[in-house]
């Protein structure tokens, strides 16, 4: 057993059993707590409801039928829900069913599929998990050489006899899982295997991703991460309150209902300007760990509430240990400013009306080009503000003929207070944008606040600002851009005052439908070749980040648009 497993939490039953299955789904789930829902995890837990609540009935015995030695067999004790644990065995487990008879006992576990037709009359996964039931039994005295798998879709009863294979077998990969948690390090992925296709984790694991991008031999299957079915519930109405009835967040006004959202719909809570929630509402999100952000009425972040921090330790270990080596920082800097000159690039090309100037156009190329041998973070920063100015004084010419373009600074961004209507845009899109990678940070287990190109400063999302550097082209100017030449955007949407230009509550709201929209839009992965919304483009990013400081890929290459 590995130095340090002595002090590993019990393992549970269940995670033993997606080890003997996948090991690394086993330590994504015990060691880095993550989990996703699908559809199967929430069939299986529609199923396991009957028998999640503890309590127990007598029925007759079904195991002595046709058992011609014994006419009247005793009856069967059913007890649910049973919770047993031993620190020598390392073990824990919530059997679903203990039946005892005549003074033997046996663990029913139940499995919302069919009987598999295989030799042992299941798979070893669910062989050893029951097992390891058995073991938990035996050691609190009971005699128990059997178990039972119960499979709902077929109604059929599957009895396992623990022989010394099996037991030898649960040995044997208890202790492996224990060794590999100890170590730290996640499992390879598996290979081109059938089982990754309805794993509900492949958007966190990405087998086929990490394996791509360490040898480039064959492209990722098409495993299109789950659907977005979850999105964020701005509230900015000033002196609104968001409380809480039953599954519904309700925003008031005093006594006047403005709107309502079901809570499993909210994937955060965000709170603008003189806005406040009840206790209730604070209780229920952070027990589904949805973060409730805080932002001032223009959009600045302020902080953001959420659970206890991702179990991730490791991943934010070897963060601050790579920002702390120069050289760490520098090979994680470059390729996002190389990304970022790209896409703004490419944005000229694809929304000005008539072609930029090739002097514009090949000194971002050139920019891009220079960036990869950039001696250091302030070179990387010369390249980085040279292809800015290139960029912003041609930014003006996507925009439509109108007063708003008129009165748009070409000779670069002006912010804090920003002085015209599109700066006041391009500010409030671009901290919408900071907000949204913030809580992508924090669900993958960084610390926001510590990045590799960004100085850490006191309050600002240094992480964040990195990783969303790529994207202010392609999710924040292109929303800008867009709302201006569509119309959703006019002259009154803005008020100013003392010079400073800021967005009315309704002009707000326009950008927020906007951002959202942009988010929400299928992209073709330029590397992966899946279509994935941005959103989800947001999360694979830095889980690739994460990856690649954990060792699993040589290099890290933010998403770049063609």
């Not at 703004?344 to 072609?355: C, G, K």
């Amino acid at each position: 057993m590995a130095e340090g497993s002595k002090d590993l939490p019990l393992v549970p039953a269940r995670i033993l059993n997606e080890f003997v299955y996948c090991p690394r789904l086993a330590f994504l789930e015990w060691v880095d707590r993550e989990f996703a829902p699908s559809a199967d995890t929430v069939e299986g837990a529609l199923r396991h409801a009957s028998v999640d609540r503890p309590g127990f009935r007598i029925r007759p015995s079904r195991r002595a039928e046709g058992i011609g030695e014994d006419p009247n067999p005793p009856p069967v004790v059913q007890t649910r829900a049973v919770d047993l644990s031993d620190p020598a065995l390392g073990l824990v487990a919530k059997i679903d069913i203990v039946e005892e008879a005549g003074g033997r006992v046996q663990p029913v576990d139940l499995k919302k599929g069919k009987r598999p037709h295989v030799e042992r009359g299941a798979y070893d996964p669910e062989r050893v998990q029951l097992c390891a039931q058995g073991l938990l039994l035996r050691s609190h005295g009971y005699t128990c050489d059997s178990g039972v798998l119960y499979f709902a879709g077929s109604n059929e009863r599957v009895e396992v006899p623990f022989d010394e294979d099996l037991v030898s077998l649960t040995r044997e990969k208890l202790a492996e899982l224990r060794s590999v948690a100890a170590c730290g390090e996640i499992p390879e992925p598996l290979v081109d295997s059938p089982k990754c296709v309805r794993c509900s984790l492949v958007p966190i694991c990405l087998p086929d991703e990490i394996r791509f991008l360490k040898d480039r031999s064959s492209p990722p299957r098409p495993l299109v991460p789950a659907a977005d079915h979850t999105f964020p519930l701005y509230v900015q109405h000033p002196g609104a309150t968001v409380r809480k009835s039953g599954d519904l967040l309700q925003v008031f006004d005093k006594d006047e209902k403005l709107g309502e959202m079901r809570t499993r719909e909210v994937s955060q809570l965000v709170l603008m300007g003189r806005v406040s929630a009840t206790e209730p509402v604070y209780q229920e999100l952070l027990s589904q760990e949805k973060p409730i952000v805080h932002l001032s009425s223009g959009g600045w972040l302020y902080g953001v509430t959420d659970g206890l921090p991702h179990a991730n330790i490791e991943l934010r270990r070897r963060q601050f240990r790579a920002a702390d080596d120069a050289a760490a920082r520098l090979r994680i800097a470059r390729p996002i400013v190389v990304a970022k000159l790209q896409n703004q690039r490419t944005f000229l090309r694809r929304n000005a009306p008539d072609p930029p100037p090739e002097a514009t156009l090949d000194g971002l190329r050139h920019a891009a080009q220079a960036a990869p041998r950039a001696t250091d973070i302030d070179s990387l920063r010369g390249h980085e503000g040279y292809g800015g100015r290139l960029y912003f004084g041609e930014l003006a010419s996507v925009l439509r003929a109108g007063p708003l373009r008129d009165r748009f600074d070409a000779a670069g961004r002006s912010r804090r207070p920003p002085r015209d209507p599109v700066n006041a845009l391009l500010s409030f899109a671009y901290s919408m944008l900071v907000r949204e990678w913030v809580t992508v940070c924090r669900a993958v287990g960084f610390d926001p606040y510590l990045g590799f190109y960004h100085a850490p400063r006191y309050g600002r999302p240094s992480l964040a600002l990195d990783l969303m550097e790529p994207f202010r082209p392609i999710c924040a100017d292109s929303v800008v851009v867009r709302a201006i030449n569509n119309g959703e955007i006019g002259e009154s949407d803005f008020i100013e005052r003392l010079g400073a230009v800021n967005l009315t509550d309704g002009g707000r709201r326009k950008v927020l439908r906007a951002f959202e929209e942009r988010l929400a839009q299928e992209v073709t992965h330029p590397v992966f070749g899946y279509r994935i919304s941005y959103r989800r483009v947001f999360e694979i990013e830095a889980r690739l980040l994460a990856r690649h400081l954990l060792g699993e890929i040589p290099i890290y290459e933010p998403m770049t648009t063609r």
